[in-house]
Nanobody, 114 residues
């Protein structure tokens, strides 16, 4: 069974940083592109970042470009999201997902507030 376990969220002040992790199992990790999504209260889930199977190609939502960095370690079957210069509008539950597949993890809460 596919398992995706997000972690690393928490409460940070504006301008702060967090590093999210997504530990994956139950599939051949290196065969799948991965992505991060987020969902804020009252809003629909949105794509934040994408990374190709080998990690050589990435893409980002305009709202996070230049502040967030997605990466992966295929040996550890883990994908990361480094979030810098955080803003209150980044507050959301963050999820990882295999690109083009339906399974979600439980998510990790990120709250940016003074």
């Amino acid at each position: 069974q596919v398992h995706l376990v997000e972690s690393g969220g928490g409460l940070v002040q504006p301008g702060g940083s967090l590093r999210l992790s997504c530990a994956a199992s139950g599939f051949i990790f290196s065969n799948y592109a991965m992505s991060w999504y987020r969902q804020a209260p009252g809003k629909e889930r949105e794509l934040v970042a994408y990374i190709s199977t080998a990690g050589d190609r990435t893409s980002y939502a305009d709202s996070v470009k230049g502040r967030f960095t997605i990466s992966r370690d295929n040996a550890k079957t883990t994908v990361y999201l480094q979030m810098n210069s955080l803003k209150p509008e980044d507050t959301a539950v963050y999820y990882c997902r295999r690109w083009g597949r339906p399974e979600w993890g439980q998510g990790t809460q990120v709250t940016v507030s003074p």
